[in-house]
């Protein structure tokens, strides 16, 4: 809840838009600079100062995971 505030008061969104484009943003991820030799890297908060570094994560399961929030 503390990590949500401070995103809303930076201004910054903290809910998936309602219409996703699922391929366009698998694609954008296999190009982002965290991604590496075709493996998208995700640092994941779990609290105020601690994250998780996620590495392969397949892309079989982004595209499922975005499906699901699209709700």
Not at 39 to 45: A, I, T
Not at 48 to 68: F, H, K, N
């Amino acid at each position: 809840g503390r990590l949500e505030k401070l995103l809303v008061r930076s201004g910054l969104p903290v809910r998936m838009p309602s219409r996703l484009d699922v391929e366009d943003m698998i694609d954008r991820l296999k190009k982002d600079k965290k991604t590496v030799q075709g493996r998208v890297r995700f640092v994941l908060p779990e609290a105020i100062g601690r994250v998780t570094i996620a590495e392969d994560v397949p892309y079989q399961t982004l595209r499922d995971t975005l499906v699901s929030l699209q709700g």
